[in-house]
Every structure is written in structure tokens, then in C-alpha cells.
């Protein structure tokens, strides 16, 4: 009885492996992505602002990177996954921007090209009254930025929001 437990359950295992393997690819429209991390890297991928008051207003900081690659990157898309926060790009002194969340009005292109060993800067700029007296408390952003060929250079921050 045993044997045939075991063979059940094998057998299942192995149809269920064939089924998901032969599957219809359901994100075949979508565009592929990367996340090798080595070509744009950034000095921190993380900040916390720590304990901000609606009633100061706007808080800003800046995210370093450097095209650690032998060739020229060009930064294609660049977005944040909140209305209440912006984000510039700064690369040579040329300003792109300021990028929101996709939906939420106008979200400029960009087409910047990074070469190797240039850096460059990402402002992220958060508002805290952006969502009302209903905005308080914990609150966790991303700001995006994709390469041409894909790679996802993500940077995130913190912050604690008081009235």
C-alpha cells in the first residue's frame, strides 16, 4: 500500500512539473526584466528620513550611482510607485524631470545616456501632506529607474509621517 502512495504522489508530482513547464507563457506581451544589479550601482539603495512632520513640509534626498559598466547606458524610464513623491534625474548638470507615478498626469520620457564610470544623481523629492491628515504614520516609497536593456535600478526610502 505504501508503493502505491509513493507512486501516486510521484506520478502526480511529475504531471503537475509537465503541466507548469508546457504552460501558456502568461505574461508574453510583458516586457522582460532584468535585475543584474552590476551595471548601475547605486552608493545606498536605501534611506530613511525617520520621523517628519506634515506640518514642515517636503523632505528631498539625493541618490548617487555610477555606470559601472564598459559601455554606455542609457536610462529609458524612470517613475516612483506614489503620487507624493518626485524624482529627478541629474546627469552632466542636465536636469530630466521631475517623474511621478505612472497614471497620475504627465510622466516626461527620458533617454539618458550614462557613460562608463560617470555618475550621476537621482533626487527624490517626498511629500507628506500629499495624501491628507489621512497620510500619517509608516509610510515605504520606491523610485524606479530601467535601463534600455531592462535592468532596474530601485531605490527606496522611510519615513514615519506626524501631523
Given at each position: 500500500?505504501?508503493?502505491?502512495?509513493?507512486?501516486?504522489?510521484?506520478?502526480?508530482?511529475?504531471?503537475?512539473?509537465?503541466?507548469w513547464?508546457?504552460?501558456?507563457?502568461?505574461?508574453?506581451?510583458?516586457?522582460?526584466?532584468?535585475?543584474d544589479?552590476?551595471?548601475?550601482?547605486?552608493?545606498?539603495?536605501?534611506?530613511?528620513?525617520?520621523?517628519?512632520?506634515?506640518?514642515?513640509?517636503?523632505?528631498?534626498?539625493?541618490?548617487?550611482?555610477?555606470?559601472?559598466?564598459?559601455?554606455?547606458?542609457t536610462?529609458?524610464?524612470?517613475?516612483?510607485?506614489?503620487?507624493?513623491?518626485?524624482?529627478?534625474?541629474?546627469?552632466?548638470?542636465?536636469?530630466?524631470?521631475?517623474?511621478?507615478?505612472?497614471?497620475?498626469?504627465?510622466?516626461?520620457?527620458?533617454?539618458?545616456?550614462?557613460?562608463?564610470?560617470?555618475?550621476?544623481?537621482?533626487?527624490?523629492?517626498?511629500?507628506?501632506?500629499?495624501?491628507?491628515?489621512?497620510?500619517?504614520?509608516?509610510?515605504?516609497?520606491?523610485?524606479?529607474?530601467?535601463?534600455?536593456?531592462?535592468?532596474?535600478?530601485?531605490?527606496?526610502?522611510?519615513?514615519?509621517?506626524?501631523?
Amino acid at each position: 500500500m505504501k508503493n502505491i502512495i509513493i507512486g501516486l504522489g510521484l506520478t502526480t508530482l511529475v504531471i503537475g512539473i509537465l503541466l507548469w513547464l508546457g504552460g501558456p507563457n502568461r505574461n508574453a506581451n510583458a516586457t522582460p526584466v532584468s535585475t543584474d544589479p552590476s551595471k548601475l550601482i547605486a552608493v545606498e539603495t536605501a534611506y530613511d528620513f525617520g520621523t517628519i512632520s506634515m506640518a514642515n513640509g517636503k523632505v528631498t534626498h539625493d541618490f548617487i550611482f555610477k555606470n559601472t559598466d564598459a559601455t554606455d547606458i542609457t536610462i529609458n524610464k524612470m517613475f516612483t510607485s506614489c503620487m507624493c513623491t518626485r524624482a529627478v534625474l541629474i546627469v552632466n548638470g542636465k536636469e530630466d524631470g521631475p517623474f511621478g507615478m505612472p497614471g497620475m498626469g504627465f510622466l516626461p520620457s527620458v533617454s539618458e545616456t550614462i557613460t562608463p564610470g560617470t555618475e550621476g544623481t537621482i533626487r527624490v523629492t517626498f511629500d507628506p501632506n500629499a495624501h491628507g491628515p489621512a497620510g500619517v504614520g509608516t509610510i515605504d516609497r520606491v523610485v524606479t529607474a530601467q535601463t534600455d536593456d531592462g535592468a532596474l535600478l530601485e531605490l527606496r526610502f522611510h519615513a514615519v509621517v506626524t501631523p
